[in-house]
């Protein structure tokens, strides 16, 4: 693994090393940003300049090694999840990520579309734990079969639910009782077209606007107008 990305250096690329944490945990037994910066660099890397990126560094700490990488004068990036969105780097042909059991599968999607955009071949390495979840081993059988951003996304709806449409939480099992948001799309849409007719028509029955009322007291109807 650590002699392909020597090999992708010295015929010129560079390399990204994404780590879940920046420090380690007492919570998590997980290998993290700051202490494999400094092994990558002292111990595998010595010959060559690795750099460090992550959430807590000040904004011009930040542009500094992203300016610094993007000039090729740091060859190997050790960072975490921060380089999801940035600047372009098209001479960078290799992303190594550890634990990816951790990441969710848009983040994984995200983080694999900063390598690829120069025109040698990219390589995304992903590296998990055994006792990664059927969840975190789905999510990684994904990865290998598509790189189209469309199917992962409707993948990862599947996967993490889509959360509550009229409440707090962005993903997990809908308070629908039998409909599935991504399989019976259609149906919804079609449902949702007759509730628009029955909300618009004058003369509704008594029953109706009964239940129309209810549903409009409820708080994660109030929820639903917030944005």
């Known amino acids: ?68 990488f993007s000039a090729n ?29 951790r990441f969710g599968l848009s983040q994984l999607h995200q983080l694999r579309g900063r390598v690829g955009r120069g025109a040698a071949e990219s390589f995304c390495i992903l590296l998990a734990q055994f006792s990664k979840t059927k969840e975190a081993q789905a999510r990684l059988k994904i990865m290998e079969e598509t790189t189209d951003g469309f199917k992962i996304a409707e993948k990862d709806l599947e996967i993490r639910g889509p959360g509550e449409v009229m409440g707090t939480r962005q993903s997990g099992i809908p308070a629908f009782r039998i409909a599935n948001i991504v399989r019976d799309q259609k149906i919804l849409e079609l ?11 004058h003369a509704l029955s008594r029953e109706t606007d009964k239940l129309i009322q209810h549903v409009r007291s409820q708080p994660r109807f109030g929820l639903a107008r917030v944005g």
């Open 1 to 68: 693994m650590y002699e392909f990305i020597r090999d992708q250096i010295k015929d010129g690329r560079q390399a990204y090393v994404v780590y879940p944490i920046i420090e380690e945990s007492e919570k998590l037994d997980l290998r993290n940003a700051t202490e494999m910066y400094h092994h990558l660099k002292t111990d595998v890397f010595p010959e060559y300049e690795v750099g460090l990126l992550h959430g807590k560094m000040k904004p011009a700490e930040k542009d500094e090694v992203m300016t610094a």
């Open 191 to 201: 449902a949702r077209r007759e509730a628009s007719f029955m909300l618009n028509e």
């Open 73 to 101: 004068r740091i060859q190997i990036l050790v960072a975490t999840t921060v380089i999801e969105v940035g600047v372009d780097v098209p001479n960078s042909s290799v992303m190594l990520i550890e634990h990816a059991e």
